[in-house]
């Protein structure tokens, strides 16, 4: 049981990266339904590298 929150967790994390590098070097959300409500890319992308940081450790 111990194993797939393990692999959900490295998933979930990976996820939260990638979603931010991609949102501060492109300056737009990969995810289409967040990107109506997010109005600045780059804070939104610097705090998913943060959340994907925090559970990844």
Same mark, same amino acid.
């Given at each position: ?7 959900? %967790?490295? @998933? ?6 990638? /979603? $931010? ?14 990107? %109506?409500? @997010? ?6 992308? /610097? $705090? ?10």
């Amino acid at each position: 049981m111990a194993t797939v929150f393990l692999v959900i %967790r490295i @998933v979930l994390s990976l996820t939260c990266v990638a /979603a $931010g590098i991609w949102a501060m070097a492109t300056g737009r959300i990969a995810f289409p339904w967040l990107r %109506r409500s @997010v109005h600045r890319p780059g804070m939104w992308g /610097a $705090g998913a590298l943060l959340l994907g940081s925090a559970i990844g450790l």
